[in-house]
Every structure is written in C-alpha cells, then in structure tokens.
C-alpha cells in the first residue's frame, strides 16, 4: 500500500529549512523536502541522487528510484 501525504510547510519546519543551509548543494525546495521528513519522521522518496545523499549525511530515511 502506498500512502502520500501533503504537508503544509509551518513555522517550524521553516525554522529547521535555514539550520540547513549550510548543505551547499542543497535548493530551498531539498531543504524543505529535507526539514518536513525529519520533523515528520517520515521516509524521503526521491529520484534525485544528490537529495538522497544529502538525507543520507542528516540521517534521515531516504529511498533512491
């Protein structure tokens, strides 16, 4: 079973999104992506290598496609 979820991004996440910017190759739109899985405690699906290296260093649960 597959679920997606959307979440609207809050203060907090927002908060999280700038201690990431220190990622140089990370897009405002990977640090969110980043910041809404690590607060959300939920699993990152991407197809991009260098997002999923980037969860992988803040050890966040990635799946590479």
């Known amino acids: 079973q597959c679920r997606v979820a959307i979440h609207r ?3 907090e996440i927002a908060r999280t999104v700038a201690t990431l910017s220190t ?3 990370a897009s ?3 640090r969110f992506a980043l910041s ?3 607060l959300l405690g939920a699993r990152l699906h991407t197809t991009d290598r260098v ?3 980037m969860a992988r260093q803040c ?3 990635c799946t590479l496609y």
């Open 9 to 11: 991004p809050d203060v």
């Open 59 to 61: 050890r966040i649960p």
């Open 36 to 38: 809404t899985a690590r």
């Open 23 to 25: 990622l140089e190759d």
């Open 51 to 53: 997002l999923a290296a």
């Open 28 to 30: 405002l739109a990977d």
